[in-house]
């Protein structure tokens, strides 16, 4: 199983950009996908979850700007970020639960610039 995450880039603040996570590979059931990230100095954190019945949580900082969805038949994960900010600067690693195995991507650099 491979995850594959791309959408990164460089945006001014207020900005906007799309992440998306392909999985692929061998593939039972996707039972949980979710975009974390990891900024300069910082620990890892959950950005946006979503559960294979479609329950989400978003961390509070992110909360009415960002967007999880996913598209079962294609087995791809999407954040659209919205109003971005320079504190959302990190790399952002998508996640997957495959057949209760967990998998990460490579990760994809967002800067966001004041």
């Known amino acids: 199983v491979q995850l594959q995450a791309s959408g990164g880039g460089s945006v001014q603040a207020g900005g906007s950009l799309r992440l998306s996570c392909v999985v692929s590979g061998r593939i039972g059931s996707i039972n949980f996908m979710g975009w974390y990230r990891q900024a300069p100095g910082k620990q890892r954190e959950p950005v946006a979850l979503?559960?294979?019945?479609?329950?989400?949580t978003y961390a509070d900082s992110v909360k009415g700007r960002f967007t999880i969805s996913r598209d079962n038949a294609k087995n791809t994960l999407y954040l659209q970020m919205n109003s971005l900010e320079p504190e959302d600067t990190a790399v952002y690693y998508c996640?997957?639960?495959?057949?209760?195995?967990?998998?990460w991507g490579q990760g994809t650099q967002v800067t966001v610039s004041s």
């Open positions: 979503i559960t294979s019945s479609g329950v989400i």
């Open positions: 996640n997957s639960l495959v057949d209760w195995t967990a998998y």
